[in-house]
């Protein structure tokens, strides 16, 4: 398996434009988790899903923030409108749950001018 | 909620130094506990893990003793080297709580020739 992959690695916008981050986890896995790590809060947990389904969204930010998983095999966390605070590297991170590891993928790299 | 305290660097230490990093948790049931390692620009990559208490990780010269008496889950390796300078995570999951996995803030370690 290739991993986790996140697209794309590397994000430049400007304020106010929608961005997209997409995550395709590990087949087979059942949880997948959005983290945003920025110098000033570390790792933080936005978001996770079991089984396609949302379970915990209370690290998302703000409504601003929103995750998707339409199918086991994808999943989006969108920005809409994007603001400069939204810089931070963004990952993705699957697993199969019961007390498992979690495999994450390189990240993304957002930057809002 | 289940929470990770990891001890706060950066930590700065000379070749063949002996290296701890602290890492205490607090959860609802009985959680398994994993180090984490993010090497500069990349994402993190499981370093060990512990599935219950008394359990000993260990990997590449670390290890790392679940510890329920203490609650504690830290880091150790005897003589470490420049190609170990890196954030060290420590991180929970706990399946009392939905399997979703929690981080300490994480501890930079830099390691001098």
């Known amino acids: 398996d290739a991993g986790v992959i996140q697209s794309p690695r590397h994000e430049v916008t400007e304020m106010g434009q929608e961005v997209t981050l997409r995550c395709k986890p590990i087949?087979?896995?059942?949880?997948l988790f959005w983290y945003r790590q920025t110098m000033m809060r570390g790792l933080e947990l936005l978001i996770y899903?079991?089984?396609?389904?949302?379970?915990?969204d209370s690290g998302m930010p703000e409504d601003r923030f929103s995750a998707k998983m339409p199918n086991a095999s994808f999943s989006t966390l969108k920005i809409q409108p994007s603001e400069p605070r939204d810089s931070a590297v963004y990952f993705c991170?699957?697993?199969?749950?019961?007390?498992?590891?979690?495999?994450f993928g390189q990240g993304t790299r957002l930057t809002v001018v | 909620g289940d929470s990770v305290t990891q001890m706060e660097g950066p930590v700065t230490l000379s070749e063949e130094a002996f290296l701890t990093i602290n890492c205490t948790y607090t959860?609802?049931?009985?959680?398994?506990l994993f180090w984490y390692v993010q090497y500069p620009g990349e994402g993190l990559q499981l370093l060990l893990k512990?599935?219950?208490?008394?359990d000993k990780g260990s990997n590449k010269g670390f290890e790392a003793t679940y510890r329920k008496e203490t609650t504690s889950f830290h880091l150790e390796k005897g003589s470490v080297q420049v190609s170990d300078s890196a954030v060290y995570f420590c991180?929970?999951?706990?399946?009392?709580?939905?399997?979703?996995?929690?981080f300490g803030a994480g501890t930079r370690l830099t390691v001098k020739p």
């Open positions: 991170a699957s697993s199969t749950g019961v007390n498992t590891e979690a495999f």
């Open positions: 087949s087979g896995h059942d949880y």
């Open positions: 899903f079991n089984n396609n389904v949302p379970i915990d």
């Open positions: 959860a609802t049931g009985y959680p398994s």
């Open positions: 512990a599935t219950k208490a008394d």
């Open positions: 991180a929970l999951s706990d399946s009392y709580n939905n399997n979703d996995m929690r």
